[in-house]
């Protein structure tokens, strides 16, 4: 054969700048489902079962296209295991002239594949990936000759450069950034009228999948009971259709609010479909801005989710491919504490942090601020090793891929890039989980104090948090006020706290 065109798991993508070209009378897709993929992290069931499903649902629209297909399955008995085996046995097999590949979300899996393409001495063909809207070299321009990175200038060259709710050379409503109006909590009557989620109940594939990863998979974390997620492009073209019609004008107002029992509230919960390159960002973002135009939806809503993706997601992406391989093993508040063995149950009294890493479990998905100021927060002031979290967050969620996982969680949430993507640390006590949950009321713990048998663990581990940090954090102007507050500390209160913080630490081991 002349060309052996690779698709691996998160590029199912019918338009992807790998089919160009493609001739079936003289070429191959390969794909394989490979336990690597699921074991080189320890990954949760509902993570292998998404890309598993989603994966055959592809193979099977790539066969009725016509397009002769090369599909190892997990469980077919000469399957060597990893990405690099079967691409190695396939190249046996097939003897292609060449190998086409469009750019892969994984650092690693790249230096896999150069590495068995150079091996059999065959050309391989790195293709952009068109699915973004920018390109990493964009990025890397962008970067250059900046002593700092921020988001937001990013996120508005992006918006001009693709006239994303522009009007003429000005931003939709005269404001970059409506932030302002939303990120409201709920009060205390709680969420009201919280629309259903979308769910597609599992079809025969994805039926064969949940059996396959239960039975293959069983000692890994997580449940497939409830395992709805869409898996093919029809179905996640609902799922968008679902989110701007019932969710969208609601997402900002409610963006950052976190009530007990509701896992979905107004998140899109499109990050898997986005990932897996079923939906592209550029359709997403069309009908969120036509949501706003046709007066569907308020400009701070649609404004705040546009910039999660034309924003944040392409910027993560920058920062992953133009900082790896050194971004992996960055450390800089030297966090060396493992994993508390209870993010992988739920079992703890912190009913914030159970009540995330419970529905975590349950569903492979768990919305930004549980994310960033829940299971990140604590975390980070427990000082954990940033690669023992960005494991974590790497296993479990089912829109996990490395490219944007590994700087949200590393970066953003552990500050283990020393601010090389965002300002500062993000770093509060439990009275923000207050302020923006009812999760307080249920729990053992107290968020207002840091001391004493009540005292809450995130409250007690802020104030120790910047006591460790104090030298470096106090060279931040941006933490000017919270070391302000923290000088009002008398010098007992500081003991008593580093004290707190100590028994807390010894407890958990
Ligand atoms: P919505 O709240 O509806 O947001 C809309 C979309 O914007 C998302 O679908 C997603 O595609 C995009 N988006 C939002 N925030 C971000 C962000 N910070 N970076 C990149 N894209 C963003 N997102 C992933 O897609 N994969 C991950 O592995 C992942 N790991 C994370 C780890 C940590 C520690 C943190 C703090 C965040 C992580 N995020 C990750 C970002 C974000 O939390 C998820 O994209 C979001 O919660 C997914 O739910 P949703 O689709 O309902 O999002
Ligand atoms: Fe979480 Fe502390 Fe509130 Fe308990 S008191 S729910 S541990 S923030």
């Known amino acids: 054969i002349r060309h052996l065109v690779l698709v691996l798991g998160d590029q199912l993508d019918h338009d992807s700048t790998a089919f160009d070209g493609f001739d079936p009378a003289e070429d191959r897709v390969w794909m394989a489902e490979v336990p690597e993929e699921s074991t080189h992290v320890w990954s949760a069931k509902p993570r292998t079962a998404i890309f598993l499903s989603a994966m055959r649902h592809f193979a099977a629209e790539l066969r009725e296209r016509g397009l002769p297909l090369r599909y190892t399955q997990l469980q077919d008995a000469d399957n060597t295991g990893t990405l690099a085996g079967e691409l190695q046995r396939a190249i046996t097999d097939l003897q292609p002239q060449s190998l086409i590949l469009t750019a892969p979300g994984d650092w690693r899996v790249l230096q896999d594949l150069r590495a068995v393409a150079a091996q059999a001495d065959l050309p391989l063909d790195l293709r952009d990936d068109r ?278 969680t590393l970066g953003m949430s552990q500050y283990g890039d020393g601010g090389l993507l965002g300002s500062k640390p993000y770093v509060a006590t439990g009275k923000y989980i207050q302020r923006m949950s009812n999760h307080c009321s249920g729990c053992r713990y107290d968020p207002a104090q840091s001391t004493g048998p009540k005292a809450c663990p995130f409250t007690t581990l802020y104030w120790d948090f910047l006591m460790r940090h104090e030298a470096m954090l106090r060279q931040n102007p941006r933490m000017a006020m919270q070391m302000k507050n923290l000088d009002r500390l008398a010098p007992e209160a500081r003991e008593a706290i580093a004290e707190q913080a100590r028994a807390h630490r010894a407890a958990l081991t």
């Not at 969420?191 to 890994?220: G, Y």
């Not at 007990?260 to 390159?277: C, R, T, Y």
């Not at 359709?283 to 705040?304: C, I, K, Q, S, T």
């Open 131 to 408: 699915h973004f809207f920018s390109t990493v070299r964009d990025f890397a321009a962008h970067a250059k000759g900046r002593k700092q990175l921020r988001l937001e200038y990013w996120y508005r060259e992006l918006r001009q450069k693709h006239g994303v709710l522009m009007d003429g050379k000005q931003p939709a409503g005269g404001q970059w950034n409506f932030d302002a109006d939303n990120r409201e909590s709920f009060g205390k009557a709680g969420p009201q009228n919280v629309p259903p989620p979308f769910r597609v109940p599992p079809d025969v594939i994805t039926q064969e999948v949940i059996e396959l990863v239960n039975t293959r998979f069983d000692d890994h974390p997580g449940s497939l009971q409830s395992f709805a997620w869409p898996v093919t492009r029809a179905e996640t073209l609902r799922a968008l259709d679902h989110f701007i019609n019932h969710r969208l004008p609601l997402f900002g107002q409610f963006e950052d609010a976190m009530w007990a029992g509701e896992v979905w509230l107004w998140h899109s919960q499109l990050s898997a479909a986005l990932n897996l390159k079923l939906l592209n960002p550029r359709e997403v973002v069309a009908a969120a801005e036509a949501a706003y135009r046709n007066g569907h939806a308020p400009l701070a809503a649609v404004e705040g989710f546009i910039r999660q993706i034309l924003g944040w997601r392409e910027y993560v992406r920058g920062i992953y491919w133009t900082q790896m391989p050194g971004y992996l093993e960055r450390n800089a508040l030297e966090a060396q504490a493992p994993l508390p063995a209870w993010y992988w149950t739920g079992e703890t009294e912190m009913a914030c942090l159970r009540e995330a890493i419970t529905q975590t479990l349950a569903h492979g998905y768990a919305h930004h601020i549980q994310r960033l100021m829940v299971t990140g927060l604590y975390a980070l002031l427990l000082g954990v090793r940033p690669q023992a979290v960005h494991e974590w967050y790497l296993s479990v969620y089912v829109d996990a891929v490395e490219w944007v996982e590994l700087p949200n």
